[in-house]
């Protein structure tokens, strides 16, 4: 059984009743570029999928998500340290990534978005054509 040793343990919790949060929910994430796409991983371990939403409007990403508390209402909490609620982050997308063409997955605790590279940003070859394409006809 877990014993409680913090004498501020209850001061904490009423401060957090009645003040909300005491600490923004935090949905650390990593990022990288991966070939042609645009890779972003978010750590929500605990979040059910339903729960999650995302949603674009003019580049911006918007991630939602929440963690109910498991126990049941009438449960006496001994120890109550993992965060509960909603937690949000906005990402700004470059214009040079296609946000028609989002793919998530939920995995193990880890959203992972892939953003691809629009093809319009994409590099592109250039065909050079040669002096001799360009001949004058006389007339």
Excluded: C, W
Aim: net charge negative.
């Amino acid at each position: 059984m877990l014993m409680r040793t913090d004498p501020f343990r209850e001061f904490d919790r009423l401060a957090q009743q009645v003040f909300g949060p005491t600490r923004p929910a935090a949905m650390p994430m990593d990022a990288y570029r991966s070939g042609d796409d645009f890779v972003v991983h978010f750590d929500l371990p605990g979040i059910d999928p339903e729960t999650i939403e995302l949603d674009v409007e003019r580049n911006v990403l918007n991630v939602r998500a929440e963690r109910r508390n498991p126990a049941p209402e009438a449960a006496e909490m001994i120890v109550a340290e993992r965060p509960t609620g909603t937690f949000t982050r906005q990402l700004f997308l470059g214009d040079t990534l296609d946000t028609d063409r989002i793919d998530a997955s939920y995995e193990a605790g880890v959203l992972t978005l892939r953003i691809p590279v629009a093809e319009a940003a994409k590099p592109r070859r250039i065909q050079i054509t040669g002096g001799d394409s360009r001949r004058q006809i006389s007339g």
